[in-house]
């Protein structure tokens, strides 16, 4: 990859705000003359549910070819009328290690997160957004559902 480009790192879960953060990261990657890269990290104890070895493996391929379709659907739902290329990476393991690992080995320039809403009750909460602050000297761009982007400071 030519790093005269800005490396700037999407990590998404592919929820309903995901389309609104990878459209501001295509805006900032455009800006910056930056190559996007969105990272999606699932959890394979919320897929496998059988015990069989070979219903698992099953289970992982069928989730990863669903999850690669819907990023690449978000992803042309915003880039329809001009092409931009997004480097898509599915990947199943302890969420916060394999965020550490990919960081660290792609060493991105930006990392554009969308945050969630925090809830009146949130017990089963992971706080992944403060854990990949608080272990990464990389920028970030936090979004939540609210902000608009004249008012984001990065």
């Given at each position: 990859?030519?790093?005269?480009?800005?490396?700037?790192?999407?990590?998404?879960?592919?929820n309903?705000?995901?389309?609104?953060?990878?459209q501001?990261?295509?805006?900032?990657?455009?800006?910056?003359?930056?190559a996007?890269?969105?990272?999606?990290?699932?959890?394979?104890?919320?897929?496998?549910?059988?015990?069989?070895?070979?219903?698992?493996?099953?289970?992982?391929?069928?989730?990863?070819?669903?999850?690669?379709?819907?990023?690449?659907?978000?992803?042309?739902?915003?880039?329809?009328?001009?092409?931009?290329?997004?480097?898509?990476?599915?990947?199943?393991?302890?969420?916060?290690?394999?965020?550490?690992?990919?960081?660290?080995?792609?060493?991105?320039?930006?990392?554009?997160?969308?945050?969630?809403?925090?809830?009146?009750?949130?017990?089963?909460?992971?706080?992944?957004?403060?854990?990949?602050?608080?272990?990464?000297?990389?920028?970030?761009?936090?979004?939540?559902?609210?902000?608009?982007?004249?008012?984001?400071?990065?």
């Amino acid at each position: 990859m030519n790093r005269n480009k800005r490396k700037i790192l999407i990590l998404s879960d592919l929820n309903e705000t995901s389309k609104e953060v990878i459209q501001y990261a295509i805006t900032i990657a455009k800006e910056f003359n930056g190559a996007l890269e969105l990272l999606c990290v699932k959890k394979p104890s919320n897929i496998v549910t059988e015990d069989n070895p070979l219903s698992a493996v099953r289970n992982l391929n069928n989730e990863f070819i669903k999850t690669e379709q819907k990023a690449k659907k978000i992803i042309r739902s915003i880039t329809k009328n001009d092409f931009f290329a997004v480097k898509n990476t599915i990947l199943f393991g302890n969420v916060r290690n394999e965020i550490n690992i990919y960081i660290k080995d792609s060493n991105p320039d930006l990392i554009i997160l969308g945050k969630r809403q925090k809830r009146f009750f949130n017990f089963n909460s992971d706080n992944l957004t403060e854990y990949v602050k608080k272990n990464t000297p990389i920028k970030f761009v936090f979004l939540t559902k609210l902000q608009s982007q004249k008012s984001m400071n990065y």
